[in-house]
């Protein structure tokens, strides 16, 4: 359900009100949108609006695929994909997982430690898709079947250029 927050600041005597969408979450909390998340399920429908009776656009077959969602409808999530393709999703094909897919031209490096000069542990293919945390200072540490090491986020798509994720 998106519902909107009210801010309120003083310019020149008058009030400005600001709406920020926010989602509400299975577990009560509230996000701001958009926000990133991933697909759950093993076979997860896009459609064109946020119902069943709508059409599919699009059948995921790749669970942990990150997506970001912009906008809410009930029980459904409008969603971004890493191709740039929005649609509605039902929210029990998604969860708050965070992952990323690599989104270079050439496999990017995996560092041992957040640095280009630490030492390099893995190397991780375009459109091989991963576990992430701990990013800070334009790096996050990617795992991908329990390989894991630090990327540049530069080389990710699913997490923001200035996010920071314990």
Known sequence: ????????ALLGGAVLLIAVPTATLATGTKRTLPYFA?????RARMRTGP????????LYQRADLPVRVVATYKGWRKIEDPDGAQGWMEERLLRDARTAIVRAPQPVEMHEQPSASSHLVWRAAPGVVGRIGQCGSGWCRLDVKGQAGFVEIGNLWGVGPVETLP
Do not use: C, D, E, V
């Open 51 to 58: 119902a069943r009776i709508y059409p599919a656009s699009w």
């Open 38 to 42: 991933s697909i759950g399920a093993g």
């Open 1 to 8: 359900m998106i519902r909107s927050l009210a801010a309120k």
